[in-house]
C-alpha cells in the first residue's frame, strides 16, 4: 500500500468527520499532508466567509509548489470579496503597471 493509499484509506475519513464538526460550529477546516517531497494531498472546508488566512492556506496547499499559481488564486479570490491588495509588493505593484491597460 502506498502512503497516499493508506492516507486515503486511514487519515482521510478521520479528518473528514473533524472537518464536519468543526463546519457545525462554522469553523473553517483545512489539513494537508506530503506523502513523499512533491506529493501532496489535503481536506478542506472552507466557507465562503472564512477569513482570508484560511482561504490562502487552503490555496496554497493546494497550488503548491506553483508560487505564480498561489498568487494568481490570492488575487482573483481578493478582487471577488472586495479584499484591497495596492498594499502588496506583488500585487500592488503589479496592479499599479497595469492600471489603464485594457
Avoid at 18 to 41: D, I, K, S, T, W
Avoid at 65 to 76: A, E, F, G, L, T
Wanted: hydrophobic share 40%.
Amino acid at each position: 500500500m502506498t502512503n497516499e493509499e493508506w492516507y486515503d484509506a486511514e487519515i482521510a475519513p478521520a479528518l473528514a468527520a473533524l472537518a464536519n464538526r468543526c463546519q457545525e460550529r462554522g469553523m473553517a477546516f483545512v489539513a494537508a499532508v506530503e506523502y513523499a517531497p512533491g506529493e501532496h494531498g489535503g481536506t478542506y472546508l472552507v466557507g465562503e466567509n472564512a477569513g482570508l488566512g484560511m482561504q490562502m492556506i487552503r490555496m496554497c496547499s493546494m497550488t503548491a509548489p506553483n508560487v505564480d499559481s498561489y498568487i494568481i488564486n490570492v488575487k482573483k479570490y481578493c478582487g471577488r470579496k472586495g479584499i484591497p491588495t495596492d498594499s502588496s509588493i506583488f500585487m500592488g505593484a503589479h496592479a499599479a503597471t497595469t492600471k489603464g491597460q485594457t
